[in-house]
């Protein structure tokens, strides 16, 4: 993200200061033999700058300490409120939230700087976090999808509502990802159905898979589930109808080729046959018919 510059402030002194001890609990420590400090004199956060307790949460984070960072964060915005560092310290919790993986609290902190700053500059920044808390829970297609549908919308909003901010094209890479996961779902339940012989159950999956994720990786591979759910159910004109897609759209792959073999064993051919929902695509996409 982009961080804007701080006011100017003695970092080095901070650092000198912190590595003296107490930098904990809530406290800044000051080290050293003369200058009438000992290390066991220490200030409270609540008599300290907002520039001081921010520069130490930024510390925390280049310490690899997200969390205390995140705590300091919200201490700058506790006590100073109204002022323009609560607002930076507020973006810079989500942020460090996210960094700790600790997704919940970094939605609730973007999402409030979206309710409070809408229109500022970094409120793309937000949105992209609070897309990012979902997208990166997103582990196999084995899960639950819910948090898959939640990144898409994140991210769609991203899109839709900063499309020249630096974020918009991470977000559409990520949307796309996203997409292929679900249809990624869809294709893994559908498997589970086929090769247990519940061809309608099958079906049901992978058409969902043509005709709402018909842009995905997985289209070709749908296709050919289809040819041998609706071979196995004698459907042969259904068969007949995804082979043809198959061959307009993906005739280089392996899913085409077994379903060719399929079909030519039953002395069929790729070609659209009837008044199914799949020869109906065919007419729409290759021939140019619509309804």
Excluded at 105 to 119: G, I, S, V
Aim: proline share 3%.
């Amino acid at each position: 993200m982009r961080l804007r510059v701080l006011a100017p402030f003695g970092l080095a002194a901070l650092l000198a200061a912190c590595g003296g001890g107490g930098g904990e609990g809530g406290f800044l420590g000051f080290g050293g033999g003369g200058g009438g400090f000992f290390a066991s004199r220490e200030v409270p956060l609540e008599s300290q700058t907002p520039e001081q307790i921010y520069a130490q949460a930024e510390v925390q984070l280049d310490r690899g300490r997200p969390d205390r960072a995140a705590e300091l964060f919200a201490e700058v915005e506790r006590l100073y409120p109204y002022s323009a560092w609560a607002q930076r310290a507020l973006i810079m919790q989500a942020f460090a939230y996210h960094a700790d993986r600790a997704y919940e609290e970094a939605r609730t902190a973007a999402q409030r700087y979206l309710d409070f700053y809408p229109a500022d500059e970094d409120a793309a920044y937000a949105q992209y976090l609070l897309a990012l808390s979902y997208y990166d829970q997103i582990d196999d297609v084995g899960r639950d999808q819910g948090l898959t549908f939640q990144a898409l919308q994140a991210l769609r909003a991203v899109i839709e509502r900063y499309p020249d901010s630096e974020y918009a094209q991470s977000a559409i890479l990520k949307f796309d990802l996203a997409f292929d996961h679900l249809a990624g779902k869809e294709m893994e339940i559908g498997r589970y159905y086929l090769r247990r012989d519940h061809f309608p159950a099958a079906i049901n999956r992978f058409r969902v898979v043509v005709e709402d994720f018909q842009t995905t990786t997985h289209t070709a591979e749908a296709l050919h589930r289809l040819v041998e759910a609706y071979l196995s159910l004698g459907l042969e004109a259904e068969a007949q109808s995804a082979g043809a897609i198959l061959a307009y759209n993906f005739e280089a792959t392996e899913w085409y080729r077994d379903s060719y073999r399929l079909l030519v064993e039953r002395g069929l051919e790729a070609e659209a046959q009837g008044d199914s929902w799949l020869a109906s695509i065919y007419r729409q996409t290759v021939r140019g018919e619509w309804l």
